[in-house]
């Protein structure tokens, strides 16, 4: 049992979640906002030994060295790598603090978002119609850069509703290609498409300037990372043809800093992330609690 556990802020546990969370710990201290320094998430952990902590905020080397009595973070939000966690697991592991994380929980939301947003744009739903005559996702060509968990299911019910799929991921996928999904190299694979989603971890960038040569004109690339999956600048250019759409739920998922390319024309951001859900949270909520379990050994 932890001595003190602290949500340094909003870790979106559904409430009988939050509940039982006592059942782990003598103290529990829920934070409902985000901490808006350093200094703020020192203060807050202060002497609790179990930390919880979402994607908003990052716990450093220099928050860990304040924190002695630290010996758990459990990350209630993706962990896709070390090198892109909000959380220094090098120097966790290095002095004896567990963290743990979850991911997969949002992904069906994604698979919903991509269906709607693809079928208002082919059959101009409230949205001007992207060619002459409406289109249905029967013969669509649909190439998917990354074919993980959520890349996967996008690939799925797409091909499910007669889409002509072809994925590119760091490594081969022969069930996938047994179901008739054909590999194809990355520019190989974004000069064939008339759509592009890319479905890829937090900070990996893939699409440049010689990338955005073999997209092309007359295409949707939408983005379903939870960060930008395109250099800035490349991405920038490429929508200067206004026959081009760019599709994403965050602001996040464009990686412009100054706020100049959501206001264009032929980008489509909903401003809000689509894996946000009852279910996702539910299932978040889940897999924190078999977290924090499997660390008290229970």
Not at 27 to 48: N, T
Not at 104 to 116: A, I, L, P
Not at 214 to 238: F, H, P, Q, V, Y
Request: aromatic fraction near 8%; charge should be negative.
């Amino acid at each position: 049992m932890f001595k003190k556990l602290v949500a340094i802020e909003p870790v979106n546990l559904i409430p009988s979640a939050q509940e039982e969370l006592k059942q782990y710990a003598e103290e529990v201290v829920l934070y409902e906002d985000i901490p808006q320094h350093e200094d703020e998430i020192v203060k807050r952990i202060g002497d609790a030994d179990g930390v919880l902590v979402s994607y908003t905020s990052q716990i450093r080397k220099s928050v860990l060295e304040q924190c002695p009595n630290v010996r758990y973070v459990g990350m209630c939000c993706s962990l896709y790598s070390e090198a892109s966690a909000n959380v220094d697991i090098a120097y966790a592991r290095e002095h004896g603090i567990q963290v743990l994380g979850i991911r997969d929980y949002g992904d069906r939301g994604v698979v919903e978002y991509v269906v709607y947003q693809l079928v208002r744009i082919l059959h101009g739903f409230d949205f001007p119609m992207w060619q002459e005559e409406p289109l249905e996702l029967t013969g669509l060509c649909v190439g998917i850069v990354g074919l993980g968990v959520s890349g996967g299911m996008v690939a799925d019910a797409l091909q499910m509703m007669g889409a002509r799929v072809s994925y590119y991921s760091r490594t081969r996928k022969p069930e996938r290609e047994a179901a008739g999904m054909e590999y194809l190299p990355l520019n190989d694979l974004l000069a064939r498409n008339q759509v592009v989603i890319t479905c890829l971890n937090k900070n990996v960038i893939l699409l440049h300037e010689e990338q955005f040569q073999c997209l092309g004109s007359k295409k949707i690339l939408m983005n379903t990372s939870i960060g930008a999956a395109a250099d800035r600048e490349a991405l920038a250019k490429w929508l200067e043809c206004g026959d081009n759409l760019y599709c994403c739920d965050t602001e996040a998922a464009i990686g412009d800093e100054t706020g100049e390319l959501i206001r264009r024309e032929n980008v489509i951001c909903m401003k809000t992330s689509v894996g946000r859900t009852k279910q996702a949270f539910e299932l978040l909520s889940k897999k924190v609690l078999d977290n924090i379990r499997t660390y008290l050994g229970e």
